[in-house]
């Protein structure tokens, strides 16, 4: 399985700030995905990070609110920009390992904006 | 558009008891389903994976089934013990790659 260590755990943030938030994995991986989970909800696809091209957003979701860069075939960054109190979730990267398409995640930044 | 259901959203159980959790979906033309375990505030535990070829997978205390045709498939727990509480969800992955999540089932194993 895939070792996926995501900094920070968690954080408290003031309204109109950014935060970016990291993602390191233990082998090389094509595709990397963001994902959401606002409180009491389940998860919801940001982007889906590409080494070497830019990423892929889902519906609702913008690059100027959440940049992403994928420098590497092992790390991801997120940045929640201009951030409001909506903003508070936890912010989860996963990887899907190929072959069995099995899918593991990080564990999860815990993001609180007042 | 696939939709991934699981009900009842929380169940609590005294500690020994052997449960099922359900999960449901609407388009069975999928690709794997897989089980996940969630402590509150952190990431997910990848539990089972099932192929959509597979009928069962099995780890420990821990059996999940799927029967595509019904659009189903359920985690099975032995012998539950407090540290299984927790939040399940179960994960489908369609035919085009997409994946969908149930809102997942709190667990609370009484002791």
């Known amino acids: 399985s895939a070792v996926i260590s995501q900094k920070p755990s968690r954080d408290i943030c003031q309204r109109g700030t950014s935060l970016t938030i990291q993602c390191q994995v233990d082998?090389?991986?094509?595709?990397m995905f963001w994902y959401r989970q606002q409180p009491g909800q389940s998860l919801t696809l940001i982007a889906t990070?590409?080494?070497?091209?830019?990423?892929?957003?889902e519906s609702g979701f913008v690059i100027d609110k959440f940049p992403i860069s994928r420098p590497n075939l092992t790390f991801s960054t997120l940045t929640v920009s201009n951030m409001s109190p909506e903003d508070s979730s936890i912010y989860l990267c996963s990887l899907r390992q190929g072959g069995t398409g099995e899918l593991f995640f990080g564990e999860g930044s815990r993001l609180t904006v007042l | 558009k696939q939709e991934v259901t699981q009900i009842p959203a929380a169940l609590s159980v005294p500690e020994g008891e052997n449960l099922v959790l359900n999960c449901s979906f609407t388009?069975?033309?999928?690709?794997?389903l897989q089980w996940f375990r969630q402590d509150p505030g952190k990431g997910l535990t990848s539990l089972l994976l099932?192929?959509?070829?597979?009928r069962e997978q099995t780890s420990g205390r821990l059996n999940a089934s799927l029967d595509k045709s019904s659009g189903r498939s359920t985690l099975y727990i032995a012998a539950s013990q407090p540290g299984d509480s927790a939040t399940y969800l179960c994960a489908v992955t369609g035919a085009n790659s997409k994946l969908t999540f149930g809102k997942g089932i709190t667990l609370s194993v009484r002791p």
């Open positions: 388009d069975s033309a999928i690709y794997n």
């Open positions: 082998s090389q991986v094509t595709m």
């Open positions: 099932i192929q959509s070829s597979q």
């Open positions: 990070a590409n080494q070497g091209s830019e990423a892929t957003y």
